[in-house]
């Protein structure tokens, strides 16, 4: 096999893959300029804390268009305080959930927060207690499909 013949078959092996390369720059680049990754926040209830110092707010947030997703989520804010993607990224947002049917907040009293929320899966309640700065935030997770209910403690 000549020189000639062996810089031919390198040229007809490689060439392929130099294409696919560029090829995968530039949908990469493609994909990376034209990702939407912005949130559209939708305020539902505002519940101010008996004090008046906090309150929780309810509200969806979607994101990513078509194929993208909603969560049902519930943030705590000082009073003065007003809800933007921001507060969606942060922990401020103390719950965050995908698949639900309806969350339910109420405060109990100045400090403790009972938030509720139902899914679709199965008939069954969780409660979880967490803290969030000074606010104690007591969770029900109710799910609706099993025959009998039970109860979940974490």
Do not use: Q
């Amino acid at each position: 096999m000549s020189k000639r013949d062996l810089k031919i078959l390198f040229f007809v092996i490689t060439a392929p893959f130099a294409a696919l390369g560029v090829f995968t720059v530039i949908i990469t680049g493609y994909v990376v300029c034209t990702y939407d990754d912005s949130i559209t926040i939708k305020p539902e209830v505002e519940i101010l804390s008996p004090d008046g110092v906090h309150k929780a707010v309810v509200f969806t947030a979607a994101w990513g268009g078509g194929a993208g997703g909603k969560s049902h989520s519930v943030a705590v804010l000082n009073s003065s305080d007003s809800l933007d993607e921001s507060v969606y990224r942060s922990d401020r947002t103390v719950i965050a959930v995908r698949c639900c049917d309806s969350i339910d907040v109420n405060w109990l009293n100045d400090s403790m927060l009972h938030v509720r929320y139902i899914k679709e899966d199965e008939y069954a309640v969780y409660r979880v207690t967490k803290k969030w700065n000074e606010i104690s935030i007591d969770y029900d997770e109710i799910e609706t499909t099993a025959a009998t209910p039970t109860l979940h403690a974490p």
